[in-house]
């Protein structure tokens, strides 16, 4: 199985600042076929980021992601106090799909 | 736009079988991809399985010789089964709809979860 390791594990930042996430494969995941999920407390998850770096529907520009082979980043720019949530990546490239652990985003 | 909705029930006992099912609204089942995905209480998220409605299944190995996921197209709901639970599949349990977009396998409508916990 790929295993993907998130990091920082919890960040705090404040309104107007940007977040940086982090996410690494075990091994590299085949054509970038990689996603970022967003869950709010109490909410199912929704899907911000396919494809390491396209936006899903009516995901605004302030997400934002990048990488390739076993490194991907997921940017939020100009946090709100709605970013609030714990953030996933997720690897659909091989069988049996698998997530992150999450990082937790708390805004200040 | 399409809304999935969990059902069944939400204590189960030790050993015995859990059972979900997943309706399926404002669009067809005959279509895409369906998913089951599940998370222990203040956990991350675990792929369990899923099924294209024509009958394709592909399942977790780490759970599937206890799973079974299957569709009923007429009724537009699918379902899954996990039997010999234990108090680690307690969890909130998903259904979601697994879309083939653009060359890409899209988790991308989610059901509200509904939590099942395993205890006598």
């Known amino acids: 199985d790929i295993v993907l390791t998130q990091s920082p594990g919890t960040l705090s930042l404040s309104p107007g600042e940007s977040a940086t996430l982090s996410c690494r494969a075990s091994q590299s995941v085949s054509s970038s076929f990689l996603a970022w999920f967003q869950q709010k407390p109490g909410q199912a998850p929704r899907l911000l980021i396919y494809?390491?770096?396209i936006r899903a529907t009516d995901i605004p520009d302030r997400f934002s992601g990048s990488g390739s082979g076993t490194d991907f980043t997921l940017t939020i720019s100009s946090l709100e106090p709605e970013d609030l949530a714990v953030y996933y990546c997720?690897?659909?490239?091989?069988?049996?799909?698998?997530f992150g652990q999450g990082t937790k985003l708390e805004i200040k | 736009q399409v809304q999935l909705q969990e059902s069944g029930p939400g204590l189960v006992k030790p050993s015995e079988t859990l059972s979900l099912t997943c309706t399926v609204s404002g669009g067809s089942i005959s279509a895409h991809y369906w998913s089951w995905i599940r998370q222990p209480p203040e956990k991350g998220l675990e792929w369990i399985a899923y099924i294209h409605y024509a009958g394709t299944t592909n399942y977790n190995p780490s759970l599937k010789s206890r799973v079974t996921i299957s569709i009923d197209t007429p009724k537009n709901q699918f379902s899954l089964k996990l039997n010999s639970v234990t108090a680690a599949d307690t969890a909130v349990y998903y259904c979601a709809r697994l879309r083939f977009w653009r060359g890409h396998f899209q988790f991308d409508s989610w059901g509200q979860g509904t939590l099942v916990t395993v205890s006598s």
């Open positions: 494809g390491a770096s």
């Open positions: 997720q690897q659909y490239g091989d069988s049996p799909y698998t």
